[in-house]
């Protein structure tokens, strides 16, 4: 029988308990959170198979921007371009299903899984999604290289490695993105686009009340011009689809965000920006309300945000400092829990509870993915998924939930001792309430279905 | 009474009703009449309307100038100054029938740039991002009087409940579903595990209220084609089960739908491309939504709104940035359409907002007051109090519904 403090650290900090969660977590469930963070290991073999940003830029985005640039020619079949291209799509969808099964697979099974929580969390944070097109191939590639080797290091760093990465570049429309007076500025019609530069404001650093302007906007967006991918005509080069600074298309003269101004340095004016950004006190509060709202509850004491606050700026925006901090929180391992698991924490903390294993293809898990509303890498915005119990259970998707869990009782019910799994996945958390109906329940099915319904599954 | 003895009773007391024995597990299924016969949808188009490129004002003698590429140059003429947008034929056609009405230049009152706090002002009713917890059209569903409070009066049409609907009074959400519901037994049981889990417990009653509903309502052929529903023409068939919700004469009053799709910042096109196309799938859901309320068309207005419109200029890469003033729509057999409401700036450099956006001249929630007030006949001090607080400065619109 688990206790409360392991139930907390296999359910918050965790993805859901397993049989071996259970055997590893000893007495401190603090310190197995910790050892976690000292073995960190950024490059999980389970992902060493799938393609990189390079690859994909090499052998995706520059073959899909050939075959468009073909269409385009003189003599072109107009039907077998589009076909091509077509296929070229399908490809990518099917290495993204392929890239989305290895991952919920992944985090289904690990030993680490407080470490992938933490990629989760920051991956959502900096939001990529699929609702874009033109990123379909990159999204896996861009938190495996973007974020999960960042998570732990300075703020400043993961920021700088997602504004780098083409996927960013792509979603947020920087690509083409250029400076009015720049020399391909004058020349064309083309000129600046704020979208990226407002969201790594509003969404990734600063927050929405930051205290920044329109003006340091368009400031910021002005720094990121000539940060573009190598898709764009005239530059078709050996490193094709990779990210890459265009002096000809960057914004000349100096730039002044937020009351600072920073001379014309070209591609560095970004890193310079960044680093102030990643310093201000509004990043430090911002960061740390959506941390403790992530693994304490939607409305988060304030002192608890305050602590996670300083701890950010004691270390000078160092991300293993906030993390430590983050486990050191009392209010983290109160209980109830009152955070609602997103379906896809669902699904994998349903995989846990049997092993990784629930008898349904990956094709049935997926549709169930789709049907709950909450496809990996295909936030509705760039804020990506809500943090909100309500956003999470509303009347459709409560039945929905309950139609999860009567799928995986349904397959799993054979060979599953109710009293086992039980005191696995709740321990002392559960209520006599929930004790009580599933040890009553007329059937093993119902039993299983009320255990993976119960408030102390579904919340964290 | 004890959970068994309730349940017994309410098997007793629903099975002559409506056969729906295990609906009743749950509160949610009212039979008295509703207050209102009156019913109000609002579409939600997310992420921020291009106002000039639904209804372009092909007679400003500026907008070509200003709009550049993105100008269009012809469109379904509304009168003679505004039209619209080719892919907005059925709109067109409720134009000329007077059931639809159009708005621009309108705006909440947000003049910053951010989707997600335009979007909690838009559906907080208040005048700031974090201004209330709840939305504007719950607290609508409370001012109706002789309330039963745990009547099913609100309708999402979708998985989640939008803010804009969301609050203390009971809403439901629906969206097709394919599979069959809990059994009673099981439900009991459930009912007993979310007994201290409020968010569950009623969650869990509305969901199964309203699917009793729907699958009364519903055709078996619309259910088969709802099983299909991933397959392609799903806004026609969506649009057809969510009419015959609000249909129920004990269904919902007010519903809402989301439509995302509409930050249209690199290529969004004219008469065609991205944006065309979302208008044309946006008019088939309209179209759809006309065929099927037709029995109920008369008593039934639809607002379309979006967060903000954007800038009238074209931005670097062939779309538009997140701008100000846009339009909106108002239609529904209850309307007296086949007016345009716009206290027209001009598009001028000097006559833009910050030089750049459409200068806003109608408050959105005059709009939504004057549809409050008419349709749905709320009192103006209640509006203005709880719904709207701090509106009165926004004024009211007159004569845009039609005398029933």
């Known amino acids: ?460 | 009474m004890t959970i068994m003895d309730r349940r017994k009773f309410l098997y007793t007391a629903a099975t002559g009703l409506a056969g729906a024995a295990t609906l009743t597990a749950f509160p949610g299924l009212a039979t008295a009449a509703l207050p209102t016969d009156k019913r109000l949808i609002v579409v939600l188009l997310r992420g921020g309307m291009d106002g000039l490129a639904a209804v372009p004002p092909l007679g400003d003698k500026d907008y070509a100038a200003a709009r550049g590429k993105l100008a269009l140059t012809d469109g379904l003429p509304l009168d003679g100054f505004f039209a619209l947008h080719p892919a907005l034929a059925p709109l067109h056609a409720l134009y000329k029938k007077k059931e639809l009405t159009v708005f621009h230049g309108i705006a909440s009152p947000y003049r910053e740039r951010s989707h997600f706090d335009g979007q909690n002002l838009l559906e907080n009713g208040t005048d700031r991002p974090n201004g209330a917890d709840s939305g504007w059209l719950n607290r609508t569903l409370a001012s109706f009087p002789d309330e039963r409070a745990d009547r099913v009066k609100g309708l999402a049409i979708g998985q989640n409940v939008p803010l804009i609907l969301y609050g203390k009074q009971p809403v439901a959400s629906w969206a097709p579903s394919r599979s069959k519901m809990p059994d009673s037994a099981l439900l009991d049981q459930l009912e007993r595990i979310y007994d201290n889990d409020a968010l569950f417990h009623n969650a869990l009653a509305q969901g199964l209220a309203i699917h009793e509903i729907a699958d009364e309502a519903l055709s078996g052929e619309q259910k088969q084609r709802m099983k299909n529903i991933n397959r392609g023409n799903a806004a026609g068939v969506l649009a057809a089960a969510a009419s015959k919700l609000l249909q129920d004469k004990n269904g919902a009053r007010i519903a809402t739908v989301d439509v995302g799709g509409w930050d249209s910042h690199a290529r969004q096109g004219t008469s065609g491309g991205s944006l065309a196309n979302n208008l044309k799938g946006f008019a088939q859901g309209v179209e759809a939504f006309t065929k099927n309320l037709a029995p109920i068309w008369d008593k039934t207005a639809v607002l379309v709104v979006t967060e903000f419109g954007r800038t009238v200029h074209e931005n670097g890469t062939g779309g538009t940035d997140h701008g100000t003033a846009s339009a909106a729509f108002l239609m529904g057999g209850a309307v007296n359409g086949g007016q345009i409401y716009a206290d027209w700036k001009g598009l001028d450099k000097n006559s833009l907002y910050q030089n750049r956006d459409l200068m806003p001249t109608t408050d959105m929630r005059a709009l939504f007051k004057s549809v409050l007030r008419d349709h749905l006949g709320i009192p103006l001090s209640t509006i203005e109090n709880v719904i709207f607080p701090g509106s009165r400065s926004a004024g009211t619109l007159s004569k845009l519904i039609r005398k029933s």
Not at chain 1, 151 to 176: E, Q, T
């Open chain 1, 1 to 460: 029988m688990i206790s409360n403090s392991a139930y907390i650290a296999m359910h918050r900090f965790g993805l859901g308990p397993n049989e071996s969660d259970a055997a590893r977590i000893g007495a401190s469930p603090q310190n197995w959170l910790l050892a976690q963070m000292q073995n960190f290991n950024p490059a999980p073999a389970a992902f060493q198979d799938l393609p990189t940003t390079a690859y994909i830029a090499e052998n995706a985005l520059g073959k899909l921007k050939q075959l468009r640039d073909a269409k385009k020619k003189k003599g072109a079949d107009p039907e077998e371009s589009q076909k091509a291209v077509k296929a070229m799509l399908k490809t990518l969808v099917t290495d993204l299903t392929g890239e989305i099964t290895t991952r919920l697979n992944y985090a289904a099974t690990t030993e680490t899984p407080f470490i992938e929580r933490l990629v989760h969390f920051w991956s959502n944070h900096f939001t990529v999604s699929t609702t874009r097109k033109e990123v379909i191939g990159l999204v896996g590639a861009y938190e495996r290289e973007a974020i999960r080797p960042h998570i732990f290091g300075k703020f400043s760093g993961l920021v700088f490695a997602v504004l780098r990465h083409p996927a960013m570049l792509l979603y947020l429309d920087n690509v083409r993105s250029i400076g009015p007076h720049s020399p391909a500025g004058k020349r064309g019609k083309k000129g600046l686009n704020e979208n990226l530069a407002r969201e790594l404001l509003e969404l990734h650093t600063l927050g929405v009340d930051g205290g920044y302007s329109q003006q340091d906007v368009q400031e910021m967006a002005k720094m990121l011009t000539g940060w573009t991918v190598n898709i764009m005509k005239g530059l078709q080069g050996k490193d094709v689809g990779a990210f890459h600074f265009v002096k000809l298309m960057h914004e000349p003269g100096s730039k002044t965000l937020l009351g600072k101004t920073y001379p014309e340095s070209g591609e560095n004016e970004v890193r310079q920006a960044v680093l102030d950004i990643c310093a201000h006190p509004s990043t430090a509060r911002f960061l740390a309300r959506k941390m403790a709202q992530h693994f304490i509850s939607d409305n988060p004491p304030d002192s608890a945000v305050k602590k996670l606050e300083s701890a950010y700026k004691r270390s000078g925006g160092d991300l293993t400092a906030l993390t430590k901090a983050l486990i050191a929180l009392p209010d983290a391992w109160k209980l109830p829990a009152s955070k609602v698991k997103t379906p896809h924490e669902l699904v994998i903390a349903t995989m846990r509870g049997f092993g990784g294993d629930v008898k349904l293809k990956p094709a049935l898990i997926a549709a169930t993915l789709k049907h709950l509303g909450h496809v990996p890498f295909s936030a509705p915005s760039p804020a990506g998924w809500p943090e909100r119990a309500e956003h999470w259970i509303s009347p459709e998707a409560m039945i929905r939930r309950i139609d999860w869990c009567r799928l995986v009782a349904a397959k799993m019910q054979r060979g599953t001792d109710i009293e086992t799994l039980m005191a696995l996945l709740l321990g002392e958390a559960a209520s006599p309430e929930t004790r009580f109906a599933i040890t009553r329940a007329p059937s093993k099915n119902d039993a299983l279905t009320l255990l993976l319904a119960s408030p102390e599954f579904q919340r964290r």
